[in-house]
């Protein structure tokens, strides 16, 4: 069993910058693929970025590229998002999730994928 814990969500001005990291325990973090995920108020939740065993390969979604970060640290079990330039619409719960299984490019985007999920953070971007 997995267990995710996410911690370092809080408030953050329009143009700020925010860390949240992933904390996995339970089995080694290497195994699996990451993701994070997000719910804006009201919304569905929506990927934001995954990478794979290794750390070798990442992935976002559209309206974070360029802006976040999505890294991995092996040795210590966890997973960081780097959120820069950050805006009101990236206002939500922020989740972490793993799987273990094999991922293609289209796979690794899809929340049902994903076998283990942490609590969420909430991250709220002020204006």
């Known amino acids: 069993q997995v267990q995710l814990v996410e911690s370092g969500g809080g408030l953050v001005q329009v143009g700020g910058s925010l860390r949240i990291s992933c904390a996995v325990s339970?089995?080694?973090?290497?195994?699996?693929?990451m993701g994070w995920f997000r719910q804006p108020p009201g919304k569905e939740r929506e990927f934001v970025a995954a990478i794979n065993q290794s750390g070798g390969n990442t992935y976002y979604a559209e309206a974070v590229k360029g802006r976040f970060a999505i890294s991995r640290d092996n040795a210590k079990n966890t997973v960081t998002l780097q959120m820069n330039s950050l805006k009101p619409e990236d206002t939500a719960v922020y989740s972490c999730a793993a799987s273990g299984g094999y991922y293609s490019t289209d796979r690794i985007r899809e929340g049902h994928w994903y076998a283990y999920w942490g609590q969420g953070t909430q991250v709220t971007v002020s204006s």
């Open positions: 339970g089995r080694t973090a290497s195994n699996y693929v």
